[in-house]
């Protein structure tokens, strides 16, 4: 990590392994795998073969089989294959769909397209925690119902949802369900043998992998049909067309393979730097924590500070690297949907900053930003008119 | 500036440094104060001048802002200390946003600056 940082961003992106690095590296020369993967002649056969490789790898890291397991560009063209194809594919037996407002965008705006196409879309408020009722849930879900969305991790809070009985009821009640799992795959255990999850988006530059590959992973029932949303090619069971990048991928199932061999110890490595932040910043006055310690995954902590404007709070926190409360919507400033969505006030959720850490991160790292962090909500509250 | 820095130098220099950032309740006898605020972003300005013999002896802000307002409001108080109140509505804020690089789609969090100095000068009549 370069010296004159503090990369605290990691829910953002994660820096790729230099083990990810130097598989990939091997691909790129003539003498690699360079090969279009879907030409018949010999070079093309071997590139196949390591996509083939890459997406066991991928599979044993999620308790899948390879084969349901389709590459894409990363979770957001998951999420849209995921939820525009498996929508159209069973709108002739109904055309309602559930999700949340505090889904990643990827989801949310491709509800709201389907929406505007004659879908009728139910969104669900969270608790004040973040976490979904499943009451809620069972009270929604109708005959028509065709899919549930809720995603795994939330990527700005850290809320953990309980995907295993959101699965559990969807099945009950004949329903499909989507979860984008990018925030959670190789930092935390998904067993996709056990868990009851259709449809499953994800991506490699979350577990240091490199950006530009994901997956979309579709159980093998009858119901989880999907048509395709994007044409030209046979490509990934006709699903997903287009020339696969071959040492993107196996980047991917690389970055597959060490997460799952290091997760354990990654979890408890984030874990300990989360509490040791929080130990340094707990005391400022008019600090609240945006999501419960023990429903949060330990790699990110989101807070908000009263009195403290957002974006100047992040420019006296340089050069130490976090997401602001707008950090999806940082060209509008719009303070963030998914704080608010908790009940929080415009001003908590603007102040907002999510701090995220992986295994690179240090205690000195720590160190540094809850001394920025303190230094900068002093700085912003000296000049403030709010008292 | 490179398109992807969002602040240039002087931004930085002058949000780092806001030597006239605070109030002047109490300092004198006549202390002009102008509090305004824009809803969408939840910004808000006030500008705090004490008057002396017709004059702005001093002029603090405080600033519930984007680091772009924060600086613009630091410009108005460097150049409008120590001089006269009825010549503060020369302040422009589409030249304060030119100097500072502020992006267009700030333009109404920095439209701020000229209403506070409106609302300064409109009590100009009360002053000194």
Request: glycine residues 8%; negative net charge.
């Amino acid at each position: 990590m370069s010296q004159d940082l503090v990369y605290l961003d990691y829910a953002a992106t994660t820096p790729i392994d230099l083990r990810v690095v130097e598989a990939m590296q091997e691909c790129l020369t003539g003498d690699g795998a360079f090969a279009n993967p879907a030409s018949i002649h010999i070079a093309g056969r071997r590139a196949a073969a390591i996509v083939d490789s890459a997406r066991e790898q991928l599979a044993e890291l999620l308790d899948a089989r390879p084969e349901r397991l389709i590459w894409t560009s990363g979770a957001t063209e998951s999420d849209n294959l995921a939820i525009r194809g498996a929508a159209t594919a069973r709108a002739h037996r109904g055309k309602h769909l559930i999700t949340m407002p505090t889904e990643h965008k990827a989801v949310a705006d491709t509800f709201r397209a389907l929406a505007r196409e004659g879908f009728e879309v139910t969104w669900l408020s969270p608790d004040d925690n973040g976490l979904l009722s499943t009451e809620l849930l069972a009270d929604a879900i109708r005959d028509e119902t065709q899919l549930v969305s809720v995603m795994h991790v939330n990527n700005e809070t850290g809320v953990i949802q309980d995907i295993c009985a959101i699965g559990e009821l969807c099945r009950s009640r004949g329903v499909l369900f989507h979860t984008d799992a990018a925030q959670s795959v190789g930092k935390l255990e998904v067993d996709l043998r056990n868990l009851p999850v259709d449809l499953l988006s994800l991506t490699a530059h979350k577990f240091y992998g490199p950006q530009g590959i994901g997956a979309l992973y579709i159980a093998d029932r009858p119901q989880c049909s999907v048509l395709p949303i994007m044409f030209g090619g046979a490509q990934e069971k006709r699903l997903r067309p287009g020339t696969l990048p071959v040492h993107l991928i196996v980047g991917a199932g690389v970055a597959a393979s060490l997460a799952g061999d290091e997760r354990e110890v990654d979890l408890a490595h984030v874990a300990a730097l989360r509490d040791r932040l929080w130990a340094g910043i707990a005391a400022i006055p008019g600090l609240t924590r945006n999501g419960r310690e023990a429903d949060c995954y330990p790699g990110i902590l989101n807070v908000s500070v009263a009195g403290v404007e957002g974006e100047s709070l992040l420019l006296g926190m340089e050069p130490v690297c976090v997401a602001s409360g707008s950090a999806c919507n940082s060209t509008s400033g719009e303070p963030s949907y998914v704080l608010r969505s908790l009940g929080r006030s415009d001003a908590d959720a603007q102040s907002a900053v999510r701090f995220s850490f992986g295994k690179l991160t240090t205690e000195d790292d720590i160190d540094t930003a809850i001394e920025r962090y303190r230094r900068s909500v002093e700085h912003c509250r000296s000049m403030s008119p709010v008292t | 500036m490179a398109a992807s820095e969002p602040y240039n130098e002087e931004v930085r220099a002058l949000f780092e440094n806001p030597f006239h950032a605070g109030d002047l309740q109490g300092v004198y006898p006549e202390t002009l104060t102008a509090d305004v605020s824009e809803s969408e972003h939840g910004a808000r300005l006030v500008l705090y001048a004490g008057i002396d013999d017709g004059k702005i002896a001093e002029i603090r802000f405080r600033a519930f802002a984007c680091p772009h307002l924060v600086a613009a409001a630091e410009v108005v108080c460097r150049e409008a200390e120590g001089g006269k109140l009825s010549e503060l509505p020369t302040i422009k804020a589409n030249e304060l946003m030119e100097r500072l690089s502020v992006p267009v789609g700030k333009t109404g969090r920095m439209l701020l600056i000229e209403d506070a100095v409106e609302k300064l000068h409109a009590q100009s009549g009360c002053a000194g």
